[in-house]
């Protein structure tokens, strides 16, 4: 059974459609890579999959359970749409830390509200909060960042800042962990510290959706490309496929362009 | 005329241009909050009449604000006029409000969307988001701006002279009248000192925000 399926997705912003009937699906482990020239959809599929836009149409399954319909009368309250997007995490472009708090701080902080929900929390409060403390620093050393625990997001490199932003993504345990172009905001010497701790979790088996514009990074490390246009899924397949034998004439003329430069 | 009675005199007319200050102060700091509020709404017609009232606010003079406070309900109702205190601290709120709005909304829309996404992303509820992520990045967006608007408010208090409320400048004024110069400078002199003290307490508290950047 797939962790995720998407069935015939589509969003319209106004007079526009952005997202025309996005089908795919993803078994547990594998890496998607989503490619596509600008304005494609790629960011707006992410953010219907993190509900930061609702689909208008169309089906999201996780581990075969629908967890949005889109359509006619579906309405949901804040409440469900708050546990329905717990299955995906998302690491922004711009990694939007919360400028206030410590690395370590903002990987804890969510954690720390929804464990309020718990019902043993007030009972268990200094375990679980140690916990998740214990939990991020583990986190953080896994991006490498064990040494920045303490420091502010001013106070850290684009890259570093990004790394803090998958770490916090990962601690609340996401099914799915999106990616929308995380390397497109950093100075090219810092991407490849960014790449690496991407390409360990998915030697990890982490699942996730990876929308890049990093054409190599994307076939090294994906089990599954999908290239978009216009609104649609032009083509999918392998790495293989997609890079060295695409189907499609869109996607041959999008790779082209990419080599050319 | 001896320096002793001049401070004394001086010390009441300063009492008074205080009660303007810090009334105005707390009435119109949750005001301009609510005011603000109006301004961002969604609902246009109460966006559009909010806006609408602040533009005339802060588009019109102080002092022709507060002639009309004090003078209208009379020539325009033909009731009896606010006390002339009342009729200051009227005016004054109203003031204040309409400009502390402006602040409060450029330092909430100065909040950039992706951190309430971020937050939203993570299952935090609007109110998590609220005081946890963004209520911070506001204030450290709008202490600088305040304390500009509230320096300029102790100055302010001076126009209360113009419906004869006896502040500090119209008591100096009374015995320059009788051929007294250096009371004017004393009482520039209480305007210095309050506004200094202001100026180390702003100053105090954005050393204690500066530990993060926006
Ligand atoms: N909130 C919105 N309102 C109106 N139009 C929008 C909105 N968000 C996105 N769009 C439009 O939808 C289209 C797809 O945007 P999207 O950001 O999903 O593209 P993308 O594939 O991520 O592009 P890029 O590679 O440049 O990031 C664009 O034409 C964009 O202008
Ligand atoms: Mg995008």
Redesign the pocket.
Known sequence: MPVLEVKGLKKR??P?A?LKGIDFSLEQGEALAII?S???????LLRCLNFLELADDGIISVNGEVIYRGGAGSKFSDAEIRKKRLHFGLVFQNFNLFPQYTALKNVTLAGEMLAKERPDFRTRRKEILAEIEEGARALLDQVGLSDKLDFYPHQLSGGQQQRVAIARALALKPDILCFD?PTSALDPELTGEVLKVIRSLAEKNTTMVIVTHEMQFARDVSDKVLFMDDGFVVESGTPEQIFDNPREKRTRQFLERYNGN | MKFLPVTLSLLEGFGISCIIFFFTLVFSLPLGLIISFGSMSRFAPLRWLTRTFVWVIRGTPLMLQLMVVYYGPGLIFGVAAFPKLTAVLIAFIINYAAYFSEIYRSGIEGVPRGQYEAGQVLGMTKSQIFFRVTLMQVIKRIVPPMANEIITLVKDTSLARVIAVMEIIMVAGTFTAKGLIWPLFYAGVFYLAFCGILTLLFNYVERKLSYFRV
């Open positions: 912003f106004g526009t952005v596509g600008s304005g494609s959809g790629k960011t707006t172009e």
